[in-house]
Structures are given as structure tokens and as C-alpha cells.
């Protein structure tokens, strides 16, 4: 099964895609990961995207599309694959579906996890992580046994700026312009399943599971 994570920043689709792909047998698949893979074996695509993230710049769709495109055609992705992260604008989507259709494959499921921008906010903003280990929690929801200490090193815990409000504000209005228009594109392909992220994680796994079939 070929399936697409979908939602905004923060609304639990890289904790759900992780889920997904043990309980099916199917590798999670994040275009960060895809990067430090191709970089640390010293590919040429591998050495073309780490030209751009030495300079600070965003690796451009073309190669980004090349990095999933190779990796997807890989042994462990024959059963299918979860992409997380990708695609985030139309374009890529095109570049993928041309992609798969060429491999005599296609996308069977775009799984978009809704949360509202307040609630994302909001969850964010109580998110920590760790200084020493890099290790993160909620004051909410994964609080630690001694606040603002991590359980695992003892180093002291952080709001990290990607987390602050204002942060995560720019961070949904680029969401909403570039990558959400992706819900149309899935749709009138027939693929796109919504679930309500504001549900337990449990819960929300158990609906994913239900689309699923699995």
C-alpha cells in the first residue's frame, strides 16, 4: 500500500506514519531522512542537496523529487511505502504520480490528519526538548517526572523557535498556501481520507486503521 500523510505542521502525522508503517510492514519514508541517507553515503544526489543545506537554502523540487522518486524504487518499498513530508505543492505531487505511473503504480491512499490552527498552536506551544539529548515532551501530554528536566540526561528543557507561536503562525500560513491545496489534488483522484486529529492518538490510529483496512 502507497500511502501520503497529509495535514499541517504539528497536527501528528509523523507519529501516526510511524505507527502505520510497523503495524503494516512498510517503511515511513521522510524527506529529511532521504537526505542525510544520500549525504552520509556520499551519492551524487546525496552531494547536489548538501550544496544547498550548507548554504541554508531549501533543496529545489526537482532534486527533492529526484531523492523520493529513487528511493521509493528501493527493495524494502515492494510491499508499498509512507511518505511523510512529501509532497508539499502541487508540482512534487505531479512529479510523483508521473513517477509511480511509470513504474506501472499509483498513490492508494492520502491520509490527511484535520486539526485546527488554534488547537496546533496550542499544542505546540507546550512542547519541550531536551538541550543534552535532544529528547522531546508536552507539558500536556508527555510531561516529565521533574519540570523542565529531562527524564533521560537530567540537561534542562527548551521551547525550541520552531515551536514558539509566532513561529508556528508562519509556519501554517505556508501550509495553508503551498501544500493544502494538495487535499484537492488527492480528492479528484479518489484517495484522500480525512481523519479528526483532535482525538486521542490512540483513537485517531484506530481510524487510520479503519480506512486502512488493515
Known sequence: MKIIMLGAPGAG????????????????????????????????????AKEFMDKGLLVPDELTCDLVVDRIQKDDCANGF???????????????????????????????????????IERMAGRRACVGCGATYHIVFAPTKTEGICDKCGEKLILRDDDKPETVQRRLAVYHEQTQPLEDFYAARGVLKEVDG?????????????????
Open 13 to 48: 502525522k509523523g507519529t501516526q506514519a510511524k505507527m502505520i508503517a510497523e503495524k503494516c510492514g512498510i517503511p515511513h519514508i521522510s524527506t529529511g531522512d532521504i537526505f542525510r541517507a544520500n549525504i552520509k553515503q556520499g551519492t551524487e544526489l546525496g552531494r547536489k
Open 82 to 120: 509512507i511518505l511523510d513530508g512529501f509532497p508539499r505543492t502541487i508540482r512534487q505531487g505531479e512529479v510523483l504520480e508521473e513517477a509511480l505511473t511509470g513504474l506501472g503504480q499509483k498513490v492508494d491512499c492520502a491520509l490527511d490528519i484535520v486539526v485546527p490552527d488554534e488547537s496546533i
Open 198 to 214: 483532535t482525538q486521542t492518538m490512540d483513537k485517531v490510529f484506530g481510524d487510520i486503521l479503519g480506512i486502512l483496512g488493515v
